[in-house]
Structure formats: structure tokens, C-alpha cells
């Protein structure tokens, strides 16, 4: 940072970023740091390719985009998910039956941004297939012995 100055928040966010690329503590990046000096001499070759990485990238992102490490993503429990399509299929026959009350469009708007912000998709159509997705996209389990014909083994 001392070669290319910036405010101290940018240099804490770079820091980390290449803390993370690296695989290392922020602690530890620094220790390095302090240790191979003004030149960079004798710097982990990981920790010097994500230093490298994390300037480049916080020159070249606009003040929004930089240093955003993308997240794993939350995926709701099948129970969840089984319960929030539940309630907005019921929710949508509620309103099919009566399409002027205001109550009924109140708990079916509710319902549809319950099931997208679970599903982390930006309209009830998306989320409605994702839930169906992940409903049916589950491991099919045998049927019970005394349905399958005899001599075969599950």
C-alpha cells in the first residue's frame, strides 16, 4: 500500500481480499508483508499472486464491484421449501375464488415474495420452478418390499 496510496478502508478491503485468495489469516498476510519489506523479497508466491490479484481487481471494479467475494448461497431446508409452496398454492386459490378482496391479494403478494426471497430468484415465476425443482429433484426412495415383485432385492 505504501507504493500505491489509497484511504485505509481500500487498503483494510484489499488486505482481506487477498488474505482470503491466499488461504491465509489477515494476521498472517501482514506478518508477511512486514517481513519481506519495501521490495517484496522473499514473499509466499500464493500470498504475492493474491496481493497482485486483489490490487488489480480493486483498480479495475467500480467502488461497488470491488473486492466482492461471491457467497455460497443459501439453500432453504426441503421442509421449508414444502411449506412455502404450500402457502402460496393456497394462497392462489384463495385469491382465484375471490379475486376483488383485498386480503386475499395481500397474503398471495406475501406469499410470492416469501418464495423468492427463499429461492433467491427475482419473480414468483422463477421462484415457483426453483421450489418445484428442488421438491422433485429429490432422491427417489424404493418402495416397500411387499410392492415389488418376487425375488427382486432393493
Avoid: N
Amino acid at each position: 500500500m505504501v507504493m500505491t496510496p489509497c484511504p485505509e478502508r481500500d487498503a483494510h478491503r484489499i488486505l482481506a481480499a487477498a488474505a482470503a485468495a491466499a488461504h491465509v489469516t489477515a494476521e498472517e498476510l501482514a506478518a508477511a508483508l512486514a517481513a519481506a519489506g519495501p521490495r517484496g523479497k522473499g514473499l509466499p508466491r500464493a500470498v504475492e499472486r493474491a496481493l497482485r490479484r486483489a490490487v488489480v481487481a480493486a483498480r479495475t471494479a467500480g467502488p461497488a464491484q470491488a473486492l466482492v467475494v461471491p457467497a455460497r448461497p443459501l439453500v432453504p431446508s426441503l421442509a421449508r421449501t414444502e411449506k412455502a409452496l404450500r402457502r402460496f398454492r393456497a394462497c392462489r386459490a384463495r385469491l382465484r375464488a375471490a379475486p376483488g378482496e383485498a386480503r386475499a391479494r395481500r397474503a398471495m403478494d406475501d406469499a410470492a415474495y416469501t418464495l423468492c426471497v427463499l429461492l433467491g430468484r427475482p419473480t414468483a415465476h422463477e421462484a415457483l420452478h426453483a421450489a418445484r425443482l428442488r421438491l422433485t429433484a429429490l432422491p427417489a426412495t424404493p418402495p416397500p418390499e411387499d410392492l415389488l415383485p418376487a425375488g427382486v432385492a432393493v
